[in-house]
């Protein structure tokens, strides 16, 4: 198990039709996105997706000139109850680590948080020493 | 009238009084100057050559580049202990130009506004309000003294500070402004806001504007809304700042000819044009000590009239700025060259080659957006550092342009490409 989970960010400009000119794109390249979180400021967005395939997906993706980049994200299982985000969050930021971004994921087999830190190898460790799993992409 | 002997010169008389002066200039320059003599003898014409008025063709013409390639001073032709002022703009790819004056420069600018001035109908009863830029920009500092020798009451406002400068208007009961039209429109609003009711609180009767172009229809809702007079002024730095005002039959600036000598060149052929025939505005000042300017082009598309004015006058006017020959745009007053723009962009590494320029006008001001093409490997997906390389782009527009631009992230691909001349400027005010 790896312990991490690679994201595919993708620049889409904040415009009506980008992000279905986006999703065609994708469609025509036969990428599944398993989840997806939208950040926005005013002329630009950033769609964050975790895929099947990522680096092919990347190659892909580049190859119709979209600006994509890959990044390392943490996936922590927590449940879906009231409370469960106050564990992690508690843990991370004792160490002193900076979450930068992050949505929730639920699924069929699991269930919990992407997230984006500031230094991956320790929360690892912290989050790990805690007794806390890591989401394992084949189970997204 | 200020000075009648030279604002009531016969035509005929005036080309006789501009041959005389430019002779001497030129065999001054010729004589005493390297940088003159050097391009005279390149265009292989000396003061042998000046014989009438129409051989001023025969010489050169100066152009801006010139004041930036001699930046700063190379091109002075007075004694460094005769240079009694600089001012200074900021010029294309960030490199300014610097402007000197003598103490007679100095007093034919300020001559030349207490003519044009009193033109405009000012007198040592009114009080103006100088809301230009005191500084090395030469609005404030030119107006001011102009108005000073009429005897006329200045108040320094400069330029910001828009409540305050109401308020001072209202109480001092100013009778005239000098500013830029965009300013009048916002200091109009402003007033609004405030609950000034213009025609009843203000004692204001003229506008003189300038610095930046403006239209007709301007002057209708100017003078039907606020109850005054709007005079059009025109001059630059290299001539040594706003010095010709229209007269108060409004038919476009007097240009005081014992100062300068107007031609007017097709700007396809070059060919010099009769009066009243549109096209390129070339400049020679005629006193001019520390900094001379022979046939200097302004860039400037207008054409100017010798027909004697209702107002008594026989100088000729200026007609309208209708346009530039260069592609320089004027944004909230000041000058900014695309060339600029570019050259900015494209020492920013995370920049593409693509990029866009929007001018339009909201309400009262002029807004500047740039939108540029990002390079892929710029990417971030953290949205922070996607807004500091945002404002990275925006802080050196600012300081490259001297005005605030917006700045607009775009993918690559996403701006238009252009096979033949790139058209990036997309200006969509109206003038």
Not at chain 2, 323 to 343: A, C, K, T, W
Not at chain 2, 401 to 410: D, G, H, M, S, T
Request: glycine letters at 8%.
């Amino acid at each position: 198990m790896t312990k991490r989970i690679s994201q595919l960010s993708i620049f889409v400009n904040n415009a009506p039709g980008s992000l279905a000119a986006i999703a065609t794109i994708l469609k025509d390249c036969g990428i599944n996105m398993k989840t997806c979180n939208l950040a926005e400021s005013n002329e630009f967005g950033i769609l964050r997706a975790i895929v099947d395939e990522p680096s092919a997906s990347v190659e892909k993706l580049r190859a119709k000139g979209v600006i994509v980049k890959e990044t390392e994200i943490l996936g922590v299982k927590i449940a879906n109850a009231p409370g469960s985000l106050i564990r992690p969050t508690g843990i991370l930021g004792e160490a002193g680590i900076n979450i930068e971004y992050g949505y929730a994921f639920t699924g069929k087999n699991v269930e919990g948080v992407f997230m984006k830190v500031d230094d991956p190898d320790k929360a690892v460790e912290v989050l790990s020493a805690a007794g806390l799993e890591f989401i394992d992409d084949k189970e997204i | 009238m200020w000075d009648p002997r030279i604002e009531t010169m016969p035509y005929e008389q005036i080309k006789q009084m501009q041959y005389k002066q430019l002779k001497k200039l030129v065999n001054n320059l010729y004589s005493f100057n390297q940088f003159y003599h050097d391009r005279m003898r390149a265009a292989n014409v000396s003061p042998l050559d000046i014989n009438s008025l129409e051989d001023i063709q025969k010489l050169p013409f100066m152009y801006k580049q010139d004041l930036r390639d001699n930046y700063p001073d190379k091109m002075f032709t007075a004694d460094k202990s005769e240079i009694v002022r600089y001012h200074m703009s900021s010029g294309t790819s960030g490199k300014p130009t610097c402007v000197a004056y003598t103490r007679n420069d100095l007093d034919y600018w300020t001559e030349a506004l207490a003519r044009s001035l009193t033109a405009a109908g000012l007198t040592s009863d009114d009080t103006l309000q100088v809301a230009y830029g005191y500084g090395l920009f030469t609005g404030g500092l030119g107006l001011h003294y102009g108005a000073e020798r009429i005897g006329a009451t200045v108040l320094p406002a400069g330029t910001g500070n828009t409540q305050r400068q109401l308020e001072m208007m209202q109480d001092l009961g100013c009778t005239a402004i000098a500013c830029t039209p965009s300013y009048l429109t916002h200091l109009m609003t402003t007033a609004k806001q405030m609950g000034i009711d213009w025609k009843r609180d203000m004692n204001l009767k003229k506008a003189i504007l300038g610095a930046e172009p403006w239209t007709e229809s301007m002057r209708a809702k100017f003078e039907e809304s606020m109850g005054i007079k709007c005079i059009d002024i025109y001059g630059t730095s290299e001539q040594a700042g706003p010095m010709f005002c229209e007269c108060e039959a409004q038919h476009g600036p007097h240009i005081w000819p014992d100062i300068m000598l107007v031609e007017i060149l097709d700007p396809k052929t070059g060919e010099v044009l009769e009066p009243g025939n549109k096209g390129e505005l070339v400049c020679t000042m005629l006193k001019k000590e520390a900094m001379p300017m022979i046939r200097y082009k302004m860039k400037d598309i207008t054409s100017y009239n010798v027909e004697p004015c209702e107002c008594g006058r026989t100088t000729p006017r200026l007609s309208r700025i209708t346009g530039r020959s260069d592609d320089m745009l004027i944004i909230r007053g000041i000058n900014v060259f695309p060339s600029q723009i570019e050259y900015t962009l494209m020492r920013i590494p995370q920049v593409g080659d693509q990029y866009m320029i929007n001018v339009t006008r909201e309400g009262d001001l002029d807004r500047l957006v740039v939108q540029v093409e990002i390079k892929p490997e710029a990417f971030s997906d953290k949205m922070e550092d996607m807004i500091a390389l945002r404002a990275t782009i925006e802080a050196s527009l600012k300081r490259y342009l001297n005005i605030a631009a917006e700045v607009e992230l775009k993918a690559p691909g996403e701006l238009p490409r252009f096979d033949g001349k790139a058209k990036r400027v997309n200006d969509t005010r109206v003038f």
